[in-house]
């Protein structure tokens, strides 16, 4: 899958930009700190996604002073072009558009585009992030009931009901396991193989459901007998894959509360990549990759690893660099951003 062009109005601080990125290999977005390198990223990666994966509220990303910002591009993907438009507005509800009809909901969106086996909104990402997916918001959906009926029970003992909304928390959270279950395998392998590539030593990634996996309806409703009395104390579900965790450990250390930042960071980059390849045994072309600022956290041999592993990856890879000296050797375009503008740099080396 290929991101053709893509065009901003009024987003972020962007007035108007429009950049055509047509081929493969790595595409660099530089420029000082400050100027819309990231806000650009986040144009291309909403247009995929529908969403901005740093706010989740509209407002932030309209340029100031207006009400709506407008982002549209093209994807060439194996089964043909997709062209999406996103108005994003200030207020109320944005308007989308694929192929120049209206599209309502993200769900539709998304129906659409599966239906056209074009694989935009890729599974695995899809999996991994509870609130995009149909599986997890209807365990969601189970769960907010259930927190209610703890929540707003009176008098002593279980709820009546609390046994059937078990039963269903069970049924749709066992489905969410399974499938973030067979996600963090399809991620692990070239996530790990890349970290000690970049690092030298291993990162484990290991995903660690709420509720012992090998059998998870049995042990969900274990777990659940054992923990009833604190949910009816605390009001609250306290058992289910709302709890899940994914842990990257490095150097047999949980990652998150002991890894260091630079190797945080490759971690992080790490599972980017497993998740690229994943997707594109999933959907069977390279999914875009974008990634903002790869290098600022990393020593000179670590960028350099990084640098080669990126250069090494099929389809479109998209960074953004503020130092004039990361800009690969390689690089198929340059994009340099001042001031929300962008101009293409003639013949990239
Ligand atoms: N809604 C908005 N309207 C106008 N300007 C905005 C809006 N949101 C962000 N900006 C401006 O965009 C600029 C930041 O752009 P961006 O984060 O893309 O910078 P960058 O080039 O990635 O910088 P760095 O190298 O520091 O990461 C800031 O000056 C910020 O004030
Ligand atoms: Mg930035």
Same mark, same amino acid.
């Given at each position: 899958?290929?991101?053709?062009?893509?065009?901003?109005?009024?987003?972020?601080?962007?007035?108007?930009?429009?950049?055509?990125?047509?081929?493969?290999?790595?595409?660099?977005?530089?420029?000082?700190?400050?100027?819309?390198?990231?806000?650009?990223?986040?144009?291309?990666?909403?247009?995929?996604?529908?969403?901005?994966?740093?706010?989740?509220?509209?407002?932030?990303?309209?340029?100031?002073?207006?009400?709506?910002?407008?982002?549209?591009?093209?994807?060439?993907?194996?089964?043909?072009?997709?062209?999406?438009?996103?108005?994003?507005?200030?207020?109320?509800?944005?308007?989308?558009?694929?192929?120049?009809?209206?599209?309502?909901?993200?769900?539709?969106? +998304? *129906?659409?585009?599966?239906? %056209? @086996?074009?694989?935009?909104?890729?599974?695995?990402?899809? =999996?991994?992030? &509870?609130? $995009? #997916?149909?599986?997890?918001?209807?365990?969601?959906?189970?769960?907010?009931?259930?927190?209610?009926?703890?929540?707003?029970?009176?008098?002593?003992?279980?709820?009546?009901?609390?046994?059937?909304?078990?039963?269903?928390?069970?049924?749709?959270?066992?489905?969410?396991?399974?499938?973030?279950?067979?996600?963090?395998?399809?991620?692990?392998?070239?996530?790990?193989?890349?970290?000690?590539?970049?690092?030298?030593?291993?990162?484990?990634?290991?995903?660690?459901?709420?509720?012992?996996?090998?059998?998870?309806?049995?042990?969900? +409703? *274990?777990?659940?007998?054992? %923990? @009833?009395?604190?949910?009816?104390?605390?009001?609250?579900? =306290?058992?289910? &894959?709302? $709890? #899940?965790?994914?842990?990257?450990?490095?150097?047999?250390?949980?990652?998150?509360?002991?890894?260091?930042?630079?190797?945080?960071?490759?971690?992080?980059?790490?599972?980017?990549?497993?998740?690229?390849?994943?997707?594109?045994?999933?959907?069977?072309?390279?999914?875009?990759?974008?990634?903002?600022?790869?290098?600022?956290?990393?020593?000179?041999?670590?960028?350099?690893?990084?640098?080669?592993?990126?250069?090494?990856?099929?389809?479109?890879?998209?960074?953004?660099?503020?130092?004039?000296?990361?800009?690969?050797?390689?690089?198929?375009?340059?994009?340099?951003? %001042?001031?929300?503008?962008?101009?293409?740099?003639?013949?990239?080396?």
């Amino acid at each position: 899958m290929r991101l053709s062009w893509v065009e901003l109005r009024d987003y972020r601080n962007h007035t108007h930009t429009r950049v055509d990125l047509g081929h493969d290999g790595i595409i660099v977005v530089a420029g000082p700190n400050g100027e819309g390198k990231t806000n650009l990223l986040e144009a291309m990666h909403f247009l995929y996604s529908l969403g901005s994966p740093r706010v989740s509220a509209s407002e932030p990303l309209v340029r100031h002073g207006t009400d709506a910002a407008f982002v549209r591009g093209e994807f060439e993907t194996r089964d043909g072009r997709v062209l999406v438009e996103v108005e994003i507005r200030r207020k109320g509800a944005n308007r989308l558009q694929v192929d120049r009809s209206t599209v309502r909901r993200r769900r539709d969106l +998304r *129906r659409a585009i599966r239906a %056209r @086996r074009r694989g935009f909104m890729d599974e695995v990402v899809v =999996l991994l992030q &509870p609130t $995009r #997916d149909t599986l997890t918001s209807s365990y969601e959906r189970v769960l907010r009931q259930r927190n209610r009926l703890l929540k707003e029970h009176e008098g002593r003992g279980a709820p009546p009901e609390l046994e059937a909304w078990d039963e269903q928390l069970i049924q749709t959270g066992a489905a969410v396991i399974q499938a973030r279950a067979e996600s963090v395998d399809a991620i692990a392998p070239e996530a790990s193989q890349a970290f000690s590539a970049v690092s030298g030593y291993d990162l484990v990634v290991r995903y660690a459901p709420n509720v012992p996996a090998n059998d998870v309806e049995g042990g969900f +409703r *274990r777990r659940l007998d054992e %923990r @009833r009395s604190d949910e009816l104390q605390r009001r609250t579900s =306290l058992v289910g &894959p709302h $709890r #899940d965790d994914l842990e990257l450990a490095v150097r047999d250390l949980g990652a998150r509360s002991f890894a260091s930042h630079g190797e945080t960071w490759v971690a992080a980059l790490a599972v980017r990549l497993g998740l690229a390849t994943a997707v594109e045994a999933a959907i069977g072309e390279p999914p875009l990759l974008l990634i903002d600022d790869p290098y600022s956290a990393l020593d000179p041999s670590r960028r350099d690893r990084i640098a080669s592993i990126l250069a090494a990856r099929p389809g479109q890879v998209v960074i953004s660099v503020a130092d004039e000296a990361d800009v690969p050797p390689r690089a198929t375009a340059i994009l340099d951003v %001042r001031a929300g503008s962008v101009i293409a740099r003639n013949e990239a080396a």
